[in-house]
């Protein structure tokens, strides 16, 4: 059936309603993770963004606010941020669309009633309608060998709920080496030395394998700071060279980077106390000119980094750029980065993921970004209309489709 400039919006918007969604990064866990998974309402709104939001307007100490239970806590996120103020941030439109959606009333803004609401679901039940609401086919899990509680279910090898993906999460590897990363694996039978002998860099490397092995990841992922530098003389670097990239070859396992995270720029705030900076983003154009038989994941924390990376993705095609990361996740700026990468990148893009930390947040961040990517296509496929093209309504399926969920496939798979 034509596409034509009458019916596109009505279709493009359809198209990817219709279309089920692979989220390449979330921090969800399947039910055998037991209390890892969060969901529901005070999970929701104890959320770290809606944290640092409310220290902005609550007069209250941060030993006085993490002295409070849970519940608490929820309590007076509510008050400061919804009764005592319009819940107008991206953050708290965030909860009120996901509770609206979830079939709330919220006229009463009761949070008690809504307590109740969740008390009577169990995880799975939960997960069904989340899953069905947000039209989400399959989520990737960040899964930490370096986690003891999660370490534990790995090793009772639980078979999980087939919509739920891992990927390795390797942070305190890369990052903290010396401080942490090496007396973890010691503990765990891995014969490693600070200096990075070459005995220790194969037992990283048996180390890497044994985790892909057990948990079959999609990719193995680390966030690095705005420092990040590659080649460096360091830990990160060394350990970067001769264990991870090799590692990802041998087992086909592409490496994500998600770069220019500044970690505890005000340590009171907890998880809410990370910030951002711009990185210097030849690192990325050298690890992926050095290595073409190495396939990358690439998002980026800082705005004025965007373009950068659009235009590295353009030099190399081991590289696929993905998502609004974090900070970059707000309406504003995801129209920016939509619209640079379609232009830049066409559909050779993954645009988004939620970075999901509690599972009812599936349903509003991808509410919010499905809005976003349905104006931005309807304005690129209206101007190409507007250039004489024809077009399809198989080809948007066929277009939307890899860029919600089979560009991610084909990637991994090539
Ligand atoms: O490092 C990451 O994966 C980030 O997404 C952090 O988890 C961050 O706290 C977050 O939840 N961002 O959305
Ligand atoms: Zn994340």
Avoid at 16 to 27: C, E, F, M, N, R
Avoid at 290 to 300: A, D, G, L
Avoid at 315 to 322: A, D, G, T
Wanted: glycine residues 4%; contains cysteine.
């Amino acid at each position: 059936m034509p596409v034509t400039r009458e019916n596109l919006r009505a279709t493009v918007e359809e198209v990817v309603q219709a279309q089920p969604i692979t989220d390449i990064h979330t921090h969800l866990y399947a039910p055998p993770f037991g209390e890892l998974l969060l969901w529901g309402v005070d999970e929701l709104i104890t959320y770290h963004y809606l944290i640092a939001e409310t220290f902005r307007k609550a007069d209250i100490s941060y030993e006085a606010y993490w002295a409070l239970s849970k519940t608490e806590q929820a309590d007076l996120i509510w008050q400061t941020l919804f009764i005592e103020n319009s819940p107008i941030s991206e953050s708290c439109r965030g909860v009120v669309t996901a509770l609206n959606d979830l079939g709330l009333d919220l006229s009463n803004r009761d949070l008690n009633e809504y307590r109740q609401y969740f008390a009577h679901l169990t995880p799975e039940e939960h997960i069904d309608k989340v899953f069905s609401l947000a039209n989400v086919k399959e989520v990737v899990m960040t899964n930490d060998p370096f986690d003891d509680l999660e370490r534990s279910v790995w090793d009772n090898g639980t078979d999980f709920d087939e919509r739920f993906k891992a990927a390795l999460r390797i942070d305190p590897l890369l990052n903290a080496y010396v401080e942490t990363g090496r007396e973890k694996l010691s503990a765990g039978g891995y014969n490693v030395d600070e200096e990075l002998s070459d005995t220790a860099l194969a037992e990283i490397r048996r180390f890497l394998s044994d985790w892909i092995k057990k948990m079959s990841p999609k990719y193995m992922a680390v966030s690095l700071p705005p420092e990040f530098a590659f080649p460096e003389d360091s830990a990160r670097g060394k350990i970067l060279r001769e264990c991870v990239l090799p590692v990802s070859r041998e087992y086909n396992v592409p490496f994500a980077m998600m770069i220019g995270v500044t970690r505890a720029v005000n340590p009171q705030l907890r998880l809410a106390g990370d910030g951002l900076a711009k990185a210097d983003m030849r690192s990325v154009e050298n690890i992926c000119r050095e290595n073409p038989n190495n396939k990358f994941f690439v998002t980026v924390l800082s705005r004025e980094n965007q373009h950068e990376l659009c235009v590295i993705g353009r030099k190399f095609p081991n590289l696929m750029v993905f998502g609004c990361w974090w900070f970059m996740n707000n309406p504003s700026i995801i129209e920016e980065i939509t619209r640079e990468r379609i232009e830049l990148l066409g559909l050779s893009v993954i645009p988004q993921h939620s970075d999901a930390r509690i599972l009812d947040q599936l349903v509003y961040k991808w509410k919010h970004s499905k809005a976003i990517i349905t104006d931005v296509l309807a304005d690129k496929y209206g101007d190409l209309l507007d250039s004489g093209w024809r077009l399809e309504r198989e080809e948007l399926v066929r277009d939307v489709a890899g860029l919600l969920g089979e560009n991610f496939d084909r990637f991994i798979e090539g």
